[in-house]
């Protein structure tokens, strides 16, 4: 697959999911490490495994199972991706970054970008959800950036405003969903790193210093692209684990599933609420 998409190859895409469902959704929601599990809420569900659509870019990582599961959640008509592909496993960004075209191209108006983080505030625990407020683009900023190259103006204009990269009005809606369930839900920014490897202590004093309350290793693409394309876009972390500013424990990637166990149940809650007081407004 070449480092740079063709407009070719995401219609390529889209036309293949549309040949095998007869579903039309309007939500697209992005499931990160551990997370999966909130498809199994879906019903009347087709299922397709994304080794078969055309250019659809493949996870090698345990907790991301390749899949679409399009359906209905609490009435309304989603497609769920179980599991992303990520820039360190050898992708391009735009190669990473193609579902979420895909889903532009669908008709898709909203997307709901989730991934594992790790906890920078000290504030947060492991099993805790954060809503994304908003994020450091770190990857982008170096260069690595989804948006790199010629740009087609019928997906969006060359230079994108980013100042309110999660939509306010789906921010509010899911802090008073959060807070009708008991839910606890942070308000924080995401920092987006290229991974694999976890971050040293001195990386994550110096993240925490520019402002980050979370870190992982996705999300911040998806963020740029859907943007870039007019979606509106929620994203929410699951925490994970205590980032080890100290220097005193080891982080896993074991670790990260695990707490899937414990945070898919929080987020099915969260996510059922919003779905259920859908649509909300624009402003």
Avoid: C
Avoid at 10 to 19: G, K, N, Q, Y
Avoid at 105 to 117: D, F, P, R, S, Y
Avoid at 218 to 233: C, D, K, L, N, Y
Wanted: charged content about 20%; overall charge negative; proline content about 6%.
């Amino acid at each position: 697959m070449d480092e740079l998409l063709t407009r070719e190859s995401f219609e390529e895409a889209a036309a293949a999911i549309r040949t095998r469902t007869r579903h039309k959704p309007t939500i697209g929601i992005v499931l990160g490490s551990g997370l999966g599990g909130l498809a199994d809420a879906v019903t009347e569900a087709e299922i397709i495994n994304v080794a078969d659509i055309p250019n659809w870019p493949r996870s090698t990582v345990e907790g991301h199972v390749g899949r679409l599961v399009l359906g209905r959640l609490e009435g309304q008509v989603v497609v769920i991706q179980q599991g992303r592909a990520h820039y360190y496993e050898g992708l391009s960004m735009q190669q990473v970054t193609l579902p979420i075209r895909v889903m532009q191209l669908m008709g898709l108006e909203t997307v709901i970008l989730t991934n594992a983080a790790g906890a920078i505030n000290p504030d947060y625990q492991p099993g805790e959800l954060m809503l994304m407020r908003d994020h450091i683009n770190f990857l982008g900023m170096a260069g690595a950036t989804p948006l790199r190259g010629p740009n087609d103006p019928s997906f969006g204009p060359r230079f994108p405003d980013m100042s309110q990269a999660y939509d306010p009005t789906l921010r509010r809606l899911a802090l008073s969903t959060a807070a009708s369930l008991n839910l606890t839900l942070h308000h924080g920014v995401y920092v987006g790193l290229s991974g694999p490897s976890f971050e040293t202590p001195a990386d994550l004093r110096f993240l925490r210093l520019i402002g980050a309350d979370a870190v992982g290793m996705s999300t911040v693409a998806e963020a740029t692209v859907a943007r870039h394309g007019g979606m509106r876009v929620m994203g929410i972390s699951g925490i994970s684990n205590k980032a080890n500013l100290d220097g005193d424990t080891t982080t896993s990637h074991e670790e990260v599933l695990a707490a899937g166990l414990t945070l898919v149940p929080k987020l099915t809650s969260l996510l059922t609420g919003v779905l259920r007081l859908w649509p909300p407004p624009r402003e």
